[in-house]
């Protein structure tokens, strides 16, 4: 018999509800569905399709309260973070149908060995995505609504942990219009889930999640020659030079790093402070730091609410236990709170130095590191000392300047100016080095998983 899992409520460690997972032969025939609404969904014209995407867009709108409240019961992210993903969620959406068609339109090209050529970029088939729970309507639209405008089927993997949000937006998606099995969720444990990798229907694979387990879905997507889309963790540095207004900075990477709970891979989580400027910065951000409200995530005023899990809260103190015994020193924070609910403190670190935690890997949750660099020049060396590529960001007075760096040095695949940014669907979303590879939003994403076809006309 299929094994179950629960879904836990990380504010009162409550069971939000028990699931089962499918047996091999209903996730096998879940594809063979997936794939069989494909073949009808890629010959409607790129116009139909968006405007299925529009009705998915509104159908998020209107269900909005009820996907917020559950993501916030699954995840513990507070009510209005929750409100503003959905609405994140329905705008790429509406770009995504606005902008696919001329995206995805053919283009002529002129041809040395013939009459004329065209380019078309063609859907290939069923895309499977394992997502994980930090945003757990964000991370599936994401990819979801990118591959239905290209004219591919899409499956689902979600974290266990958010099993009831995958499922309402299943429902959610059916109900904006898109064809019965074109987008499909899979209750599967990780060996199914390698098994759906190699399924013969399913034609790419994107993942967000770790390095460790990106470096496992695209090894088992490579070895069945598949192509995959990765985005994994980051410790995204945020340099403060010495022109930049105090007061934005400090209140862009408060934001940066308490947003979502901490627990977000584009988030400001190395602090790297020109010396010149250090001190102020550090003073005045700890003080916003200490007066962050941490409690119940469903009521107004909480900024913080609890990371997902205990084990999740076990890991990062114990990165910041390992990073105090190797010379940081705590400002704020730092200790693991007793009672119900998986909460952790804001918490600064200073002293932060090379081959402690704090450093050297992502922390994911509340605790910021302040790094001192002695220039600009050495902020940026500072930066870019990571095996990660996500984003980062740079404060500034002289924006022409910050824009040079980001643009020229910055090794990472986003850099936000003067202020802490997410995601938005005009622009390029991806990292590099450990970070992943591949690119969502902004077009990109709509041909990671499509044939670019070259069509020649030689003759007649």
């Known amino acids: 018999m299929p094994g179950t899992f629960n879904t836990i409520n990380p504010a009162t460690e409550e069971v939000i509800e028990t699931y089962t997972y499918m047996t091999d032969n209903a996730a096998d025939a879940a594809v063979e569905a997936c794939h069989a609404a494909f073949l009808e969904w890629r010959t409607r014209s790129v116009e139909d399709r968006a405007e299925v995407l529009r009705g998915i867009g509104k159908a998020l709108r209107d269900r909005k309260e009820d996907l917020a409240a559950l993501m916030t019961r699954e995840m513990g992210k507070t009510l209005s973070a929750s ?9 790429i959406c509406d770009w995504t149908a606005e902008h696919g068609p001329k995206e995805l339109a053919p283009e002529e090209r ?10 078309v970029h063609a859907p290939i088939g069923v895309i ?9 309507a964000y991370q599936v639209i994401r990819y979801t609504i990118a591959n239905l405008m290209a004219g591919n089927g899409v499956l689902l993997k979600h974290a266990a942990s958010c099993t009831g949000s995958g499922l309402m937006l299943a429902e959610i998606i059916e109900a904006g219009g898109l064809p019965k099995d074109l987008f499909t969720v899979l209750l599967i444990d990780h060996d199914q889930s390698d098994a759906i990798i190699e399924h013969d229907k399913v034609r790419g694979v994107t993942l967000t999640g770790s390095p460790g387990a990106g470096a496992h879905v695209g090894a088992k997507a490579a070895g069945a020659l598949k192509k995959s889309v990765l985005e994994l963790g980051s410790n995204d540095a945020y340099v403060v030079l010495e022109d930049a207004d105090l007061e934005t900075a400090v209140k862009a990477c408060v934001t940066g790093r308490i947003y979502n709970n901490g627990e977000t891979c584009v988030a400001a989580k190395r602090f790297v402070v020109v010396d010149a400027i250090y001190d102020r910065f550090r003073d005045a951000f700890v003080e916003q730091m200490k007066a962050v409200e941490v ?15 205990g084990d999740q809260r076990d890991t990062l103190h114990k990165q910041v236990e390992e990073s105090v015994s190797k010379g940081a020193k705590i400002l704020c924070g730092g200790e693991k709170p007793e009672g119900t609910g998986y909460y952790y403190p804001a918490t600064v670190l200073d002293e932060v130095t090379p081959g ?40 500034s007075g002289d924006v022409d300047r910050a824009v040079k760096l980001a643009e020229a040095e910055f090794d990472t695949g986003m850099v936000f100016i003067n202020g802490f ?40």
């Open 83 to 91: 409100r503003d993903e959905v609405e994140l969620c329905a705008a």
């Open 110 to 119: 002129a041809i040395s060995n013939g009459k004329r050529g065209r380019v």
């Open 128 to 136: 499977y995505g394992i997502q994980p729970w930090n945003f757990p």
């Open 295 to 309: 409690g119940d995530p469903t009521q107004d005023g909480t900024q913080l609410g609890p990371l997902v899990t």
């Open 356 to 395: 402690q935690p704090a450093y050297d890997d992502e922390l994911f949750g509340p605790v910021a590191s302040l790094i001192r660099a002695k220039d600009a020049q050495d902020a940026m060396r500072i930066a870019n000392d990571s095996p990660y590529g996500l984003g980062g960001g740079i404060m």
């Open 421 to 460: 940014g997410l995601a938005t669907p005009e622009m390029p979303f991806g990292g590099v080095k450990r970070s992943g590879y591949g690119r969502e939003h902004g077009g990109f994403g709509m041909k990671e998983f499509t044939n670019t076809k070259a069509v020649m006309v030689v003759a007649g």
